[in-house]
């Protein structure tokens, strides 16, 4: 008797069960000690081979028409990501995230919506988990039964399992395009103006230094990739990440990343260590991907001290709402400082603030770029320069609304204009700088 696969999760399961058993049939079939001696493509072709002839026995049950998925599928097993691979070559999907063997979704277009893959069972979906992890040179069990690692394509993958995930092993992957947004494409999709992209070119090439503030996956990343196009290529710049997302593309730049804590708990290097070694690297300019923890406290004393021009992003809910994250994580330096005290270094340090937004549409949005000009009596001086404002949302479901000029004129304008740069009139005359989205 041949077997059918229906379409439904009752045929979805029944497909991954039976290539559960073929791979582990495979496994069984091959000798390790000398599989490691052979070329890879010759490697991949002996597999190949081995699994056209399993699906192809008669006691497999295997119709003519799945034969092909199936071979494919048992590669995928071996070499990629199993079911998800699918889904993880689809260049529109932005986010892969299982909630057990027979729950995944994904992001697309910044929206959530679930799939019709399916995992055999939690023990597959485990497997899958263990072989990825490995690949990075990490490990997850039940003593450390939680994991971040980077895979090769620069994807970046969360775990849990049992009995920290109650409901089944979990997988988050969080994807990022091979190649980056510019400017030009935010402007096209309605992310920000075009007036909006200028400014912060001239903050950029102004050295300002930046703070980005937004939710996750409001596009912070992005968003920093695109301004730091602007940075001159004489400069040297450092990057500090957890895990490397940035794309510069300026010649002298050194990538630094944090190193998580071996087996036995030792050989942690936090985003401080990193931010403290790397002034003695002579950079121009200093940028941290995430603030995150005590780092903050050493990252404002560079922008303070010479280092002109760096950047950083911060998650937070709107722009007030990210200086109250800096004031606590200076607290978290384990340096006591009063709040006023506090705020002014912040206030010296920061000129501009930028906020990004990912909408319940699924859409992102610059939804103001600030400048803070200083602090008085213990209160921040900042001042909206631009703004978007959303009136509802349309038919096909598209934010309606538009970014608008406030018509405030920055401080730093002056010291723009004498550093040589030219700015347009009307940059900050108050107007709509687009038309209802």
Do not use: W
């Amino acid at each position: 008797m041949v077997t059918e696969f229906a379409q439904d999760s009752t045929g979805q399961k029944s497909f991954q069960q039976l290539k559960t058993h073929l791979h582990q049939r495979i496994v069984d079939a091959i000798d390790l000690s000398k599989a490691g001696e052979l070329p890879e493509a010759e490697l991949r072709t002996q597999l190949m081979a081995l699994a056209n002839h399993l699906c192809s026995l008669d006691s497999v049950h295997i119709a003519p028409e799945h034969r092909e998925r199936m071979v494919r599928e048992l590669m995928n097993e071996i070499y990629g990501f199993g079911p998800l691979e699918e889904l993880m070559t689809d260049p529109e999907v932005s986010d892969v995230l299982v909630n057990g063997h027979d729950s995944v979704f994904i992001e697309k277009h910044g929206m959530l919506q679930r799939t019709n893959v399916q995992f055999a069972d939690n023990a597959h979906v485990l497997s899958v988990i263990q072989r990825l992890v490995g690949r990075a040179g990490r490990r997850i069990d039940e003593v450390s039964p939680m994991v971040d690692a980077k895979l090769p394509d620069g994807s970046r993958l969360n775990a849990v399992i049992p009995p920290v995930a109650l409901r089944g092993p979990t997988i988050s992957i969080r994807r990022f395009q091979q190649e980056a947004l510019k400017f030009e494409d935010l402007i096209r999709m309605g992310s920000l103006a075009a007036e909006m992209a200028e400014f912060l070119k001239l903050a950029v090439q102004g050295r300002l230094n930046l703070l980005l503030s937004g939710g996750t996956g409001a596009g912070k990343t992005t968003l920093l990739n695109n301004i730091s196009r602007f940075i001159p290529t004489t400069e040297r710049v450092v990057t500090i990440e957890e895990t490397a997302e940035l794309q510069l593309q300026q010649p002298d730049v050194v990538a630094l990343e944090t190193r998580p804590p071996n087996v036995e708990g030792k050989g942690e290097i936090l985003p401080r260590d990193l931010l403290r070694n790397s002034l003695r690297m002579r950079p121009d300019r200093i940028i941290v991907g995430e603030s995150r923890g005590g780092e903050v406290l050493d990252m404002l004393q560079a922008m303070n001290t010479g280092h002109d021009g760096s950047m950083s992003t911060v998650h937070a809910n709107d722009t007030r709402d990210a200086l109250d994250r800096l004031e606590l994580m200076i607290a978290l330096s384990g340096v006591e400082l009063p709040t006023s005290v506090a705020r002014q270094y912040i206030a010296s340090a920061l000129q501009v603030i930028v906020h990004v937004s990912r909408l319940s549409t699924g859409e992102r949005k610059v939804m103001r770029i600030s400048e803070l000009s200083g602090c008085r009596d213990g209160v921040y001086d900042i001042e909206d320069i631009f703004v978007y404002r959303m009136t509802g949302i349309s038919s096909t479901g598209r934010a309606q609304g538009a970014f608008y000029a406030t018509g405030y004129e920055p401080v730093v304008l002056k010291r723009l204009l004498a550093s040589g740069f030219r700015i347009p009139e009307s940059l900050f005359t108050p107007r709509e700088l687009s038309a209802p989205q």
